[in-house]
């Protein structure tokens, strides 16, 4: 299962930088939670964790990730302040949980996102 990584972790065992996506089996998921309680939380596209306390490079990577996991893009990129990073995927997120399309938003906006078709061309 793929998790959100909340904060920076390191021990002996491994080294976990706060704002990445991880891909762990269940057990060590619980070790991780059991030697650094609130470190994960599932990635199922929410910026759990996320705030303007994280760098600039890891709301990007978060950003990525959501884009690449639920194959849409937002309409933010380098250039975008933390705050256009972090609006954006707020939006993005409380779409996805609305159930809304996300072809039937006007497109405009920093947290705007349009579909991908299976030949990589954006719709919307």
Do not use: C
């Not at 619980?30 to 939380?41: K, N």
């Not at 159930?99 to 349009?114: C, H, K, L, R």
């Amino acid at each position: 299962m793929k998790y959100l990584v909340n904060h920076d972790y390191r021990s002996s065992r491994a080294g976990l930088d706060a704002g990445t996506i991880v891909d762990l089996s269940d057990e060590d998921a619980e070790w991780f939670e059991r030697d650094s309680p609130g470190v994960l939380s599932p990635a199922d596209g929410e910026p759990e964790g996320l705030s303007l306390r994280n760098s600039k490079q890891q709301l990007l990577d978060a950003v990525t990730a959501f884009e690449d996991e639920h194959q849409v893009v937002l309409d933010v990129d380098e250039k975008s302040t933390k705050q256009q990073l972090l609006d954006a995927l707020t939006a993005a997120e409380a779409d996805l949980s609305a159930g809304n399309s996300a072809d039937g938003e006007s497109g405009e906006g920093a947290g705007a996102m349009s579909t991908q078709d299976p030949s990589g061309l954006s719709k919307g």
